[in-house]
């Protein structure tokens, strides 16, 4: 059932927990998110950065195709067709294809450009009832071309992109995208606690959620985050998965080089890695 994310994440915020975000990079990514998400009962939001949407021939595809597998499948549960750190002509783009929630990524900007760039998304999402998040202070590493340092964001900042009426807010805290380092210093929940002192209920984004100690994600989520990203990680079980088959040799047995056999594998290795994370976020059964 494709809606807007913000009353999802209302109500994990409200419920301490929170709602995964797993990013989809083709057919076998939609099919097995969306299917884990079923079999949990749990709401669940599609990311797709805008190298993702393009890799898929662009967002006109990627929403057709997630709306026709919503309905093919019978999928009951919420599902938001989120665009993951988009430009502005990204997420003009996404309404335009239809996507039920976007993301206006103003971190790199200063303040005050931020600010009236998400003023005037936020009025035209909301006029079309889709969902909004917004960021400051950067995410760390690089995520199609925009690559952050990770400082953590100015709490004061965040309350004023609040105050804009966006429905929730990624703030940088230490994290980030792709695979942590050995010597990453860990989130900072000094900022966090701030962050979320500031913006009053409102739900708070968790990026670069691959790699971060269970112990770190539950104390996040009990300050205030209610919507995790999750990329790398489903990339890594994929990978994993296909390597063991063709290693094994079953891609030379039979019709084993049948793309459907080929890539069920790292099908299957998705699902478990999804439903690994919708219950340490504690979002199973919450649909």
Not at 270 to 279: D, G, Q, R, S
Request: proline share 3%; glycine share 12%.
């Amino acid at each position: 059932m494709l809606v807007s994310a913000t009353e999802m994440l209302k109500k994990a915020r409200e419920g301490k927990y929170a709602v995964g975000q797993f990013n989809i990079n083709n057919l076998e990514w939609t099919k097995a998110i969306l299917l884990t998400a079923q079999e949990c009962n749990s709401p669940v939001i599609l990311g797709v950065s805008e190298g993702a949407g393009k890799y898929m021939t662009g967002f006109e595809t990627v929403s057709a195709m997630v709306a026709a597998m919503d309905k093919s499948l019978g999928i009951t549960v919420p599902v938001a067709l989120h665009l993951d750190h988009g430009s502005y002509e990204g997420c003009y783009k996404c309404i335009k294809a239809g996507f039920t929630s976007i993301m206006f990524d103003g971190s790199h900007f200063p303040i005050e450009e931020n600010v009236a760039k998400t003023t005037e998304l936020v009025n035209v999402a909301h006029q079309l009832g889709l969902s909004i998040e917004a960021e400051v202070g950067s995410i760390g590493g690089e995520e199609d071309g925009v690559v952050g340092a990770g400082e953590c964001a100015d709490p004061n900042e965040c309350k004023m992109i609040a105050d804009l009426g966006v429905d929730f807010l990624a703030a940088g805290i230490g994290n980030i995208h792709g695979k942590y380092p050995e010597n990453w210093a860990g989130l900072s929940f000094e900022t966090l606690a701030a962050v979320n002192e500031k913006v009053g209920d409102m739900p708070l984004v968790l990026h670069g959620g691959t790699g971060i100690p269970d112990d770190m994600i539950k104390k996040a989520i009990s300050l205030g985050v209610a919507k995790i990203n999750v990329n790398t990680e489903c990339q890594l079980s994929f990978q994993e998965a296909t390597r063991e088959y063709i290693e094994a040799g079953k891609d030379q047995q039979g019709k084993g080089f049948d793309p459907r056999k080929l890539l069920n594998p790292g099908f299957e290795a998705i699902k478990a890695k999804v439903k690994e994370k919708m219950e340490l976020f504690g979002s199973v059964d919450k649909a």
